[in-house]
């Protein structure tokens, strides 16, 4: 009798304890994701999902290392907010919540840069500098809105990733889907 009772107690304990784990899981403030689905659909904002093939690498000569981060990288998530003078209250609601997410831990920083006249950027990442799961670039201008990028892959490395700069900055937009998000940053 005493077995059946300690054993029910411990079933209890045990359902108990994954309710907690569930709880806490499913109430851990809002994310980047969450952040993206919940606007990439609304006024003001301009989102895409653009997998890493839609970047025709093809004519472009890359290095070992330059090709190893092309290759690391799966897609990119982008979101932005185009500011106009109807909007400007919401510009700074919604730039804020994005500097609130971007200031969880689970974020840690690899640079950041600008200033406060023309505005600022900032690159995160989730995993470690080694083994990057997501990078994220932040930047604001301030007469033009703002925009996030989320980088997703597999094993993608800071510093290779970072060689791919000199790739992207030669490469020719113009023809591509990607002439509107160029278009923001002029």
């Not at 093809?58 to 092309?70: C, I, M, P, S």
């Amino acid at each position: 009798m005493t077995n059946k009772i300690m054993i029910q107690s411990i079933k209890k304990s045990m359902v108990l304890l994954l309710l907690a784990v569930a709880f806490t899981s499913c109430n851990q403030g809002p994310t980047l994701q969450t952040y993206f689905v919940d606007n990439e659909l609304k006024p003001g904002f301009i989102s895409g999902d653009i997998p890493a093939s839609f970047i025709d690498v093809e004519k472009v000569e890359l290095t070992d290392e330059q090709k190893e981060a092309y290759e690391s990288v799966d897609k990119l998530n982008i979101l932005a907010f185009t500011l106009g003078e109807d909007n400007k209250e919401e510009y700074k609601v919604e730039l804020e919540k994005v500097k609130a997410i971007l200031k969880d831990s689970k974020y840690q920083e690899l640079m950041r840069g600008g200033n406060t006249k023309d505005g600022k950027f900032m690159v995160k990442f989730i995993g470690d500098v080694e083994n990057i799961d997501e990078l994220i670039v932040f930047g604001n201008a301030n007469d033009k809105g703002f925009v996030v990028a989320r980088v997703l892959g597999d094993d993608m490395n800071a510093g290779k990733l970072m060689s791919l700069q000199s790739v992207l900055k030669d490469m020719n937009f113009d023809d591509s889907n990607l002439n509107g998000i160029k278009h923001f940053f002029k």
